[in-house]
């Protein structure tokens, strides 16, 4: 993106899908080393659907972080997908994330890459509790952010401003 407005060339950058989303990055992304360990259990192969939601809940936890382009918001369908499977969602922090769960009852926050490991090792290490919050975040999902409750309050919001 420098190399393009240098040479006068920033309008093009602005025209084209991909790189019109690479600007929107704050820094450029870092690739993770993963260890061996770690790497074992990961599915090598794309899933979807069904199997993608069965593959997630043979895990006890589930890691998520969202895109550069969420900014400080947190939704991505990820959280729901791994709470709704039963798993503990250990997710990044956002500003917004008490309006979905509650932090520490039905998922998990951290703040840095130190942080999210020094979480890990805590609740593989304090099982009950890492079996009570994915609990709680389960039950939250279902109760409040199924499709169904989600038609149910846009049918509310809709019928308020008739």
């Known amino acids: 993106m420098k190399l393009m ?13 991909l790189l019109k989303k690479t600007a929107l990055l704050k820094s ?4 993770t080393k993963l260890s061996d360990a770690f790497k074992k ?4 192969r794309t899933v979807f659907g069904g199997e993608m939601l069965q593959e997630l809940s043979k895990f006890m936890i589930g890691f998520n972080i969202h895109a550069g382009i ?4 947190a939704a991505n ?3 729901f997908e791994v709470t709704g499977m039963g798993s503990l969602l250990l997710t990044d922090y956002k500003k917004n994330i008490q309006d979905l ?30 079996h009570r919050i994915a ?28």
């Open 5 to 17: 407005g240098s040479v006068g060339l920033s309008g093009l950058s602005r025209k084209l899908p």
């Open 28 to 31: 450029m992304p870092q690739r």
């Open 41 to 44: 259990h990961l599915v090598n």
């Open 70 to 73: 969420a900014g400080d918001y």
């Open 77 to 79: 369908i990820r959280m």
């Open 101 to 130: 769960f509650i932090p520490d009852e039905e998922i998990v926050c951290y703040n840095s890459v130190g942080e999210c490991v020094d979480k890990t090792r805590w609740l593989l290490s304090n099982r009950e509790e890492l």
């Open 135 to 162: 609990a709680a975040g389960q039950a939250k999902t279902l109760r409040v952010h199924s499709v169904a409750s989600r038609v149910e309050q846009l049918n509310e919001l809709i019928l308020e401003d008739l």
